[in-house]
């Protein structure tokens, strides 16, 4: 269900921008989401961007597989 | 994914699980990432991954597919749809036939393609059959609002937008079912926000986590979620796709789906009426309904031995059903399961692998 | 001066024979054609010969990379190629529906023609038809093409251990179909990879003994070929994942669409299966063809014991099953 890609934004028209999403560039709306800027990454679902990435928890997933194996040493250790 | 980050979760999973455990998601993407990478292969035999109802085109009652292909022989309007869904047979054929009896369907990949597609054909009806979860309910908000602003007069659609959490109360509240966590749909989280899903492990003590798509995602959520099983923390939750989900969702896709949509009964195919399950065009935008502006005579539903209703809610696997592979295939499609190439049934055929 | 095909061009008099003429004829430019009245005559060296057809129907008809007309001339002179023959000579029938606009027609037989002198092979023989407006979509062609088995080439029974070669990236050709049709406008490096695999069967006729089996996988994608090579030779197919190539403009319109790669069409690659000893040298000497830059060791035969099936190593190490295409591969929203 609901496929959705992340792109870049490399262009803006409103209410449409180009975004570019591993290595090809596509026309989609930008109307979902708020205040879209060049250089921002976007979740494109259905030709729309449905949200945009929180930078803050990009290496959210890496954090925690870091305190997973964290968890593991003291275990063992 | 890393490679050897992979496997270290995938161990790590495997040694934690000392009993066996289900872990149930609802959404067909989900499905098809879990096939793709081979997952029930590296978790087998301890850890089980059930596919839920979270393909839109599964769920589409016959009916609505015959109240389209009635639509489109009485009125003779154009069908717009997304791909998967012209194969769907209603008790009356599905849109493919149709299409091959020469009727105008077309399948589109955005719904926005509406807009232009309207504007070049003014001489024609168009009726999309708008399907889909909540990801696609914003979307499809702003293709009616935008055809409404632009004054477009010869677009409709035909609703049947599902809602994940009354279909999850209804397999949750089933006695009989195992289902010991749930992943849950990273896209939808992220339309309705993370606080949408809370109420599994406040209703249910089943742990939950909202996922991504990606390997890492995956495997990070059924790591968290086989750690609070086996700690015995029912009740836990975790918003694991933080990236893209906030805990209220997207406000301005919400605003959307509130202007345009009001909440009706939904009838999902092999399972029935779902209270509040379903997205109506309100009466704002009535105009638009094509069940109302096309008005056809709605058929009474036939039997049959289908099992999709288990295999949705996870009771049984696709080999249990008396009909797989045997006069249910992707060339033959019998029940939704086996129609969508994102169905349980599809992807045990198309993988033959045990689900 | 007319601006499209009418009934009358089909009627086998002098109007047919003027769009013969001023389309067929001026881009097929051959003596054999130009002289040749219903049936063109030519003579053969001695060998075996190979003889295929095939018809196009594609839509659109008109694709990046290609459209209808090179795709009627590659993938004959490709069915041929499997069977290691060089190609000689091509028919060519086509089937238009009334109204369709002569310059589209010109720019096809444009294309068909560059198509067969970039190759070394000429269209001999022909047939044009037209049909009532609505009776057929468009243009049809049917190629047919005859060729001469080079080195003595013939399929060989496949054995446990025998390597798989892919001679390029896959799905580019389906994947630049689905983006024209499902309107996604994309700008990248996404193009058919219609071409013609004769230069190829040339330079790797000296190892056609250790050759075991060649196989374009058109319709169906790479999974579907395989999977009639594995029935074929009652062995399993372990392949890698990691190994096959496919450019990421090609992921990401798959994903974007929902659709899967090993399923989408190939329209200018060739799966060889080789001998275990000799498949190193046989990829190098592919990689040196233009177009096979990219050509990789995609897997191997294994006799599990259990029915002939393909199954994917993924990248992480989990096994999946991989079965035919049935039915044709739509596009997901949700």
Redesign the interface.
Known sequence: MCIAVPGEIIDLFPPQARVKLMGVETTINIQLIESPKIGEYVLVHGGCAIEKINRAYFDDLFNIFISIIDEDEKKDG | ?D?G??????N?INLMATEEIKIME?????TQMI????????LAPKIKLLSGP????CVTDERYIDRAIEIIKKYDVTIAT???M??VGGMEGSLLEAKGKGRDVR???????LIKMAEENRDRNIVFLG???E??A??IA?TIKTAAERGIENLFCLTAIKLMPPILDYILKQPSHNVGGLIC?G??A??KGSDYFRFIGVDYCIPAAVCGFE???IL?GI??LVKQIRQNKKAAFKN?Y?????SQG?P??NQ?IEDVFKVSCGVWRGIGRVESSTLDLNEKYARFDAKQVFAVEEKSIKSTSCECKDILLGNRTPKECKLFAQLC???KPYGPCMI???GACAIA?????EI | MEQIVTLRHGDGGKYTNLLIRDIFYKHFDNKLLVNSQDASVFEVKQGKLAFTTDSFVVKPLFFPGGDIGKLAVCGTINDLATAGAKPLYLSCGVIIEEGFELSLLEKIAESMGETCRKTGVSIITGDTKVVEKGSIDGLYINTSGIGVVQGEYCPKPVCEGDRIIITGGIAEHGTAIASERYQIEVQGDLQSDCMSLNKLVERIEKYMDRIKLMKDPTRGGLATALNEIAELSRLGIHLLEECIPIKKEVESVNQLLGLEPIYLACEGRMILVVDEKKCETVLEEIRQCDGCEDAAIIGSFVNNGIRPMVFMETYIGGRRIIGSLEGEMLPRIC
């Open positions: 994914m490679k980050l992979a496997r270290y979760l995938i790590e609802v959404c067909g993407t989900h096939s793709k990478l081979g997952l029930r292969s590296l979270g393909c839109p085109v997304f791909g998967d012209i194969r399948i589109i990949y955005s719904p926005l393609d399907i889909g979860f990801t696609t914003p979307v702003l749909p896209h939808v992220t339309i390997a890492s995602d990070i790591h968290y694991l933080r990236r893209y989900v906030r997207n301005i896709a959307l295939n992707p060339v969508s190439s994102e055929y198309r993988y033959r692998e």
